[in-house]
């Protein structure tokens, strides 16, 4: 079972920057499918972002699309999320998410039932 652990939240103001990572441990996620989504009060949660197991294809929500680049080193189980130019709007709690059930395979990217591995979630807040 893949363990994920996200870090780097914290509170900005708008228009700065921050780096979210989550770090994998367990088995290996070098064949994973990895993706990042968010969840703000009162709302569901939603894609932000995704990258296929070598890093060759990212997919991004409209929203975040030329702000947020999501990467990946499968040397240290690690994948981020690099966040610029952050909007109020952005203030969400962001999860990390894994589909280990089908290495080397690009599901629906955008969808929640892709994925079965979660972590716990790291808070970003952005004031206006």
């Known amino acids: 079972q893949v363990q994920l652990e996200e870090s780097g939240g914290g509170l900005v103001q708008a228009g700065a920057s921050l780096r979210l990572s989550c770090a994998a441990s367990?088995?290996?996620?070098?064949?994973?499918?990895m993706a990042w989504f968010r969840q703000a009060p009162g709302k569901e949660r939603e894609f932000v972002a995704a990258i296929t197991w070598n890093g060759g294809r990212t997919d991004y929500a409209n929203l975040v699309k030329g702000r947020f680049t999501i990467s990946r080193d499968n040397a240290k189980n690690t994948v981020n999320l690099q966040m610029n130019n952050l909007k109020p709007e952005d203030t969400a709690v962001y999860y990390c998410?894994?589909?280990?059930?089908?290495?080397?395979?690009?599901?629906?990217?955008?969808?929640?039932?892709?994925?079965?591995?979660w972590g716990q979630g790291t808070q970003v807040t952005v004031s206006s």
């Open positions: 367990g088995r290996t996620f070098s064949g994973y499918l």
């Open positions: 998410a894994a589909d280990t059930r089908r290495p080397y395979h690009t599901g629906t990217v955008y969808s929640q039932n892709t994925y079965d591995a």
